[in-house]
């Protein structure tokens, strides 16, 4: 969408539109997490294709990763890690929104 469909939309000035950027909502807290979601919706996404990619490059080779993958997340050891990793990327994600939200 243009820079002059959403001042017609929205009735935004156009001075309150920079140079390609667009704004979903008038509250800016509302139109980051709406970037946050649209970025993230990207990113999972390619991160689908990419392990559809994997899995039927290593198919072709003969290697069962369905298996793989079930014997793996069954082992504790591993959970372990898994689960401080999983700590530390939502610190940085949420730090983030509160970042945004500062603004």
């Known amino acids: ?8 939309q929205t009735g935004a000035q156009e001075s309150q539109l920079p140079e390609g950027r667009y704004r979903a909502f008038d509250d800016p807290i509302q139109d980051t997490l709406f970037k946050l979601i649209l970025s993230l919706g990207a990113e999972v996404w390619v991160l689908k294709d990419r392990l559809a990619l994997l899995e039927e490059a ?3 080779r003969g ?3 369905s298996e793989l993958i079930e014997e793996l997340s069954q082992n504790p050891d591993r ?5 401080a990793e999983r700590a530390t990327f939502l610190g940085r994600f949420l730090r983030g929104i509160e970042l945004a939200a500062d603004r």
């Open 79 to 83: 959970m372990a890690g898994v689960r």
């Open 1 to 8: 969408m243009s820079a002059n469909a959403v001042v017609e």
């Open 58 to 60: 290593l198919s072709n």
């Open 63 to 65: 290697t069962d990763v």
